[in-house]
């Protein structure tokens, strides 16, 4: 399975003006595809590394390139750090998720970039994206992270992968990523 000619279009449509705000990157069941992990997806999911305070510069220049905003809360965008857009050619979703410091930061040094359908996208870099849906903990991305470990288990780096998922256990007060990890590296019973 491949990113849909939809997400293409988005994201040819996209790249340009993220390019223009700083270091971005694709993640999400995009990447997961991206990397020949099958999944259906009807979103597009990045995270731009931009201040809060630059949002509605970047608004209007994603206005300009063919996407709406959906909410116009400002409260939302600072509370959650989330700006939601629709793309007008594909009406396609797409949540752009401004880069806190700490993680994210760590996320964009490591981005591989890809040539998809034409289109050079910065994606996390599948390590990182296995710690992502571990970290997300919904039952779908569990399974992302498993079809993640299934694809490419020989190339990834599990060290680095459970250091930063004990680090995470440490930050957060949780004792439950390193377990997740763990499990899907097991193979399941059919």
């Not at 399975?1 to 849909?4: E, G, L, N, Q, R």
């Not at 995009?30 to 990397?35: C, D, L, S």
């Not at 009807?42 to 995270?47: E, F, K, P, R, S």
């Not at 752009?96 to 410091?101: D, H, P, R």
């Given at each position: 399975?491949?990113?849909?000619p939809?997400?293409i ?7 340009p003006v ?10 999400g ?9 099958p999944?259906?997806s ?7 590394e ?11 220049d994603?206005?300009r ?10 409260d939302?965008v ?9 793309h ?7 949540d ?6 700490g ?18 996208v ?8 296995v ?18 470990w299934?694809?490419?288990e ?11 998922l004990?680090?995470?256990e ?21």
């Open positions: 399975m491949s990113i849909t939809a997400a279009e988005l994201l040819g449509d996209l790249a993220l390019e223009r705000w700083g270091r971005w990157y694709l993640f069941a995009q990447a997961v595809v991206a990397y020949g992990v999944r259906l009807a979103d597009v999911d990045v995270t731009l931009l201040a809060p305070e630059r949002a509605k510069e970047l608004v209007a994603m206005e390139a063919g996407f709406d905003l959906l909410v116009s809360d400002e939302f600072r509370r959650t750090r989330v700006l939601p857009f629709v007008r050619g594909t009406g396609m979703p797409l752009v998720v401004l880069a806190g410091s993680l994210e930061e760590e996320f964009l040094e490591r981005v591989d970039v890809l040539r998809l359908g034409g289109v050079t910065p994606v996390i870099s599948r390590e990182d994206l710690v992502a849906k571990i970290l997300a903990g919904r039952p779908k991305d569990i399974e992302d992270a498993r079809g993640l299934r694809a490419h020989e190339e990834l780096d599990r060290d680095h992968i459970g250091r930063l004990r680090l995470l440490e930050a957060l007060g949780q004792s439950d990523l390193l377990p997740a990890f763990r499990s899907i590296r097991r193979p399941t019973s059919s």
